[in-house]
């Protein structure tokens, strides 16, 4: 899809007059960045677009840079919708900070109304300078007071380098990933993992074949954590001794705002509950800000809240990568994502906003939530999103009489660009085993009303269509398979149904598949339970985060939050915690055995949560919601020695949390 857009641009350079065919009814008018050119790695410039259309709009505007000595551009920012006053269209500003390379760089902004087709384009270009002169390197703050920004003078071809950084009385530094030198470049690095208001001791490393060679020691001074901020505070239950794992030494959560219900904040902290690494958006005090998953290198990918196509709704419309200075480095949102999805034929993808009138057989695509994951092959991200699709009264059991909305989900697949290669949509998928069944609903019959905690803003309930709509799926988990348990590269998705309490195995082939859900396993699924360790309730329920361990060998496992089996009979036991589990399987004779007892965690997470595997075999378990009292709950990081607490760190209600080794080499799970 990158070809074909290009194919559409006329590309001019120095800010020179819009290039565009005669019959064109966009044009550009303005394009302007602040503060002006040159600036040093690691400023902050904003570019302002204004631009007019004859048409109806909207006016959409992307922005894409390439890298000095390159005329490849990258997407930074795609589509997105500007304001229109007074017959001048004017781009959402596009903040943009570079830190890799100094030299001059390209920026352009393409414009588009997606109704008539027609664009336009126009680049500029803008000079980033070095931070290091001569032969000493330097270290300077960033925006966040935790997070700094190293740069070391070039080093030779061949060779490469990262930065190793400490405490002066620490003798193991924590290192950064290994860059390839390129030579006459200079070297730059985000710092990331250090306690407030400490100094800490950094020097580059540079490898040449075998040999390691450090450069000079600089001293650098972290800000304090600000004041306009609400931290929270940790509360260590079963400090680390012995057993814990010190080498995954790191606590990652994404917490809660308990007065709105949304994750907006996410602290790295040390197994003390010391602060080391935030990331907010300072949008406002109730902004959606997601970690879904730390990438290795040291950036993230995030679900936040902000502008798109639909001026109804701003909740969960961007996917964002961020690094861990807080900067954007690629973004899309769904309104874009909608277009590209209806060319590649998702009919049910299209805007809500659309929409008129909402009757049955009427679907769109709302917001993205729960996860985005960047582990398939060629840098390529999924992401989750709903789908609301209209039915005929009566379905899923409605009494109401009136048309019933019932929310299920997409899997996307952007290439690494960022433009949609292939989909999932659940409800190509609803006729029936081995499918799905729409006719299966929520196992304990969750719903979603407008504005309702926990839910995607619900777009299509509108007068007319029943008032509560069926939360028929609730994704909440995905991972990517490279290998199958025969040891083929079956390169398929995992994909977590919270409220159907099932994990499928969904035929993604690398992007050659079906779409087709290869197996279903929970309660009433595909697989039989092999029940060695006579469990009463054997099978797990409303879980999270499903992944299999030791890059795709094995086991899988999940947190098993547990809510069908602490529901009353008949459903469940009526009592109960939720647990870690972890589950070798049988794709053939399709049978799952749990290697160990679940382990229990002694309390019940209500949502949320997430397990992970440690590199010393102990298990990560985060129990996100757990109510202590009457409106006030806290989260759980559990570390388990077999099934000892080794490690219990409770703190503010969080979405999912990692124990891992710095914020440079996460997990892949």
Same mark, same amino acid.
């Given at each position: 899809?990158?070809?074909?857009?290009?194919?559409?641009?006329?590309?001019?350079?120095?800010?020179?007059?819009?290039?565009?065919?005669?019959?064109?009814?966009?044009?550009?008018?303005?394009?302007?960045?602040?503060?002006?050119?040159?600036?040093?790695?690691?400023?902050?410039?904003?570019?302002?677009?204004?631009?007019?259309?004859?048409?109806?709009?909207?006016?959409?505007?992307?922005?894409?840079?390439?890298?000095?000595?390159?005329?490849?551009?990258?997407?930074?920012?795609?589509?997105?919708?500007?304001?229109?006053?007074?017959?001048?269209?004017?781009?959402?500003?596009?903040?943009?900070?570079?830190?890799?390379?100094?030299?001059?760089?390209?920026?352009?902004?393409?414009?588009?109304?997606?109704?008539?087709?027609?664009?336009?384009?126009?680049?500029?270009?803008?000079?980033?300078?070095?931070?290091?002169?001569?032969?000493?390197?330097?270290?300077?703050?960033?925006?966040?007071?935790?997070?700094?920004?190293?740069?070391?003078?070039?080093?030779?071809?061949?060779?490469?380098?990262?930065?190793?950084?400490?405490?002066?009385?620490?003798?193991?530094?924590?290192?950064?990933?290994?860059?390839?030198?390129?030579?006459?470049?200079?070297?730059?690095?985000?710092?990331?993992?250090?306690?407030?208001?400490?100094?800490?001791?950094?020097?580059?490393?540079?490898?040449?074949?075998?040999?390691?060679?450090?450069?000079?020691?600089?001293?650098?001074?972290?800000?304090?954590?600000?004041?306009?901020?609400?931290?929270?505070?940790?509360?260590?239950?079963?400090?680390?001794?012995?057993?814990?794992?010190?080498?995954?030494?790191?606590?990652?959560?994404?917490?809660?705002?308990?007065?709105?219900?949304?994750?907006?904040?996410?602290?790295?902290?040390?197994?003390?509950?010391?602060?080391?690494?935030?990331?907010?958006?300072?949008?406002?005090?109730?902004?959606?800000?997601?970690?879904?998953?730390?990438?290795?290198?040291?950036?993230?990918?995030?679900?936040?809240?902000?502008?798109?196509?639909?001026?109804?709704?701003?909740?969960?419309?961007?996917?964002?990568?961020?690094?861990?200075?807080?900067?954007?480095?690629?973004?899309?949102?769904?309104?874009?994502?909608?277009?590209?999805?209806?060319?590649?034929?998702?009919?049910?993808?299209?805007?809500?906003?659309?929409?008129?009138?909402?009757?049955?057989?009427?679907?769109?695509?709302?917001?993205?939530?729960?996860?985005?994951?960047?582990?398939?092959?060629?840098?390529?991200?999924?992401?989750?999103?709903?789908?609301?699709?209209?039915?005929?009264?009566?379905?899923?059991?409605?009494?109401?009489?009136?048309?019933?909305?019932?929310?299920?989900?997409?899997?996307?697949?952007?290439?690494?660009?960022?433009?949609?290669?292939?989909?999932?949509?659940?409800?190509?998928?609803?006729?029936?085993?081995?499918?799905?069944?729409?006719?299966?609903?929520?196992? +304990?019959?969750?719903?979603?009303?407008?504005?309702?905690?926990?839910? /995607? *803003?619900? !777009?299509? &309930?509108?007068? #007319?269509? %029943?008032?509560?709509?069926?939360?028929?799926?609730?994704?909440?988990?995905?991972?990517?398979?490279?290998?199958?348990?025969?040891?083929?590269?079956?390169?398929?998705?995992?994909?977590?149904?919270?409220?159907?309490?099932?994990?499928?195995?969904?035929?993604?082939?690398?992007?050659?598949?079906?779409?087709?859900?290869?197996?279903?396993?929970?309660?009433?699924?595909?697989?039989?339970?092999?029940?060695?360790?006579?469990?009463?309730?054997?099978?797990?329920?409303?879980?999270?985060?499903?992944?299999?361990?030791?890059?795709?060998?094995?086991? +899988?496992?999940?947190?098993?939050?547990?809510?069908?089996?602490?529901? /009353? *009979?008949? !459903?469940? &036991?009526?009592? #109960?915690? %939720?647990?870690?589990?972890?589950?070798?399987?049988?794709?053939?004779?399709?049978?799952?055995?749990?290697?160990?007892?679940?382990?229990?965690?002694?309390?019940?997470?209500?949502?949320?949560?997430?397990?992970?595997?440690?590199?010393?075999?102990?298990?990560?378990?985060?129990?996100?919601?757990?109510?202590?009292?009457?409106?006030?709950?806290?989260?759980?990081?559990?570390?388990?020695?077999?099934?000892?607490?080794?490690?219990?760190?409770?703190?503010?209600?969080?979405?999912?949390?990692?124990?891992?080794?710095?914020?440079?080499?996460?997990?892949?799970?």
């Amino acid at each position: 899809m990158r070809s074909e857009r290009n194919g559409l641009l006329c590309v001019v350079f120095l800010l020179a007059a819009a290039c565009s065919p005669a019959s064109a009814r966009v044009a550009i008018t303005a394009m302007q960045a602040s503060p002006a050119a040159p600036k040093p790695i690691g400023s902050v410039i904003t570019f302002t677009v204004t631009a007019t259309d004859t048409g109806a709009g909207p006016l959409t505007f992307q922005f894409n840079v390439a890298p000095p000595n390159s005329s490849t551009f990258a997407l930074v920012r795609d589509f997105n919708a500007g304001t229109l006053n007074g017959g001048v269209w004017t781009s959402q500003p596009f903040v943009w900070a570079p830190t890799g390379v100094e030299g001059t760089y390209q920026v352009q902004v393409v414009i588009k109304d997606f109704a008539t087709g027609e664009t336009a384009s126009k680049s500029g270009t803008y000079l980033v300078t070095p931070l290091v002169s001569g032969s000493t390197p330097v270290v300077v703050p960033t925006a966040n007071p935790l997070v700094a920004l190293f740069s070391a003078p070039s080093c030779s071809a061949g060779s490469s380098m990262r930065v190793a950084f400490k405490l002066p009385q620490a003798q193991t530094p924590v290192t950064t990933g290994w860059l390839s030198c390129r030579p006459p470049k200079s070297m730059t690095f985000e710092i990331a993992g250090m306690y407030p208001s400490v100094q800490y001791q950094m020097y580059s490393q540079t490898r040449t074949g075998s040999n390691i060679t450090n450069g000079a020691t600089l001293t650098f001074t972290t800000g304090s954590l600000p004041s306009d901020i609400t931290f929270p505070t940790f509360t260590v239950n079963i400090k680390a001794g012995s057993k814990t794992d010190k080498t995954d030494a790191l606590l990652l959560v994404n917490t809660i705002d308990p007065a709105v219900f949304v994750p907006n904040l996410a602290l790295a902290t040390d197994l003390s509950g010391r602060i080391l690494w935030y990331y907010y958006q300072p949008a406002s005090s109730t902004h959606y800000s997601l970690l879904a998953r730390p990438l290795p290198g040291g950036t993230m990918l995030t679900i936040q809240d902000g502008p798109a196509w639909n001026p109804a709704t701003q909740g969960q419309q961007l996917l964002r990568q961020i690094d861990l200075a807080g900067n954007v480095v690629r973004e899309t949102n769904t309104g874009v994502v909608q277009q590209q999805l209806l060319a590649l034929g998702a009919a049910d993808a299209g805007p809500c906003n659309a929409i008129n009138p909402v009757q049955v057989g009427s679907a769109c695509l709302g917001a993205f939530h729960h996860d985005a994951i960047q582990t398939l092959p060629n840098g390529y991200t999924a992401v989750l999103a709903d789908i609301e699709e209209i039915f005929p009264p009566g379905a899923q059991g409605d009494t109401t009489g009136l048309p019933v909305d019932i929310v299920g989900d997409m899997i996307v697949v952007l290439n690494s660009d960022w433009q949609v290669v292939w989909y999932f949509d659940s409800f190509q998928h609803d006729g029936g085993p081995p499918q799905l069944d729409i006719n299966r609903p929520a196992v +304990l019959g969750e719903i979603c009303q407008v504005g309702q905690n926990g839910c /995607p *803003p619900m !777009l299509l &309930l509108v007068p #007319g269509i %029943s008032a509560k709509a069926k939360d028929w799926l609730h994704g909440n988990s995905l991972y990517y398979w490279p290998a199958d348990s025969s040891g083929g590269a079956s390169g398929d998705l995992i994909f977590s149904s919270r409220h159907q309490d099932w994990v499928m195995k969904i035929d993604y082939d690398n992007g050659a598949g079906s779409g087709n859900i290869l197996w279903r396993m929970g309660p009433d699924g595909d697989f039989a339970f092999n029940n060695v360790n006579n469990d009463s309730w054997p099978w797990f329920s409303h879980q999270h985060e499903v992944a299999m361990e030791n890059n795709g060998a094995g086991p +899988l496992t999940l947190f098993d939050n547990g809510n069908t089996r602490v529901s /009353p *009979p008949p !459903l469940g &036991l009526g009592s #109960g915690h %939720s647990r870690c589990m972890s589950l070798t399987f049988d794709e053939t004779n399709l049978e799952a055995t749990p290697p160990s007892p679940a382990i229990d965690m002694g309390v019940f997470s209500t949502a949320m949560g997430s397990a992970q595997l440690l590199s010393d075999g102990n298990m990560y378990c985060f129990a996100a919601i757990v109510i202590v009292k009457l409106n006030h709950s806290n989260s759980y990081s559990i570390e388990f020695d077999g099934a000892t607490q080794v490690l219990n760190v409770s703190g503010p209600e969080g979405y999912r949390g990692w124990q891992l080794r710095n914020l440079y080499d996460p997990p892949i799970t």
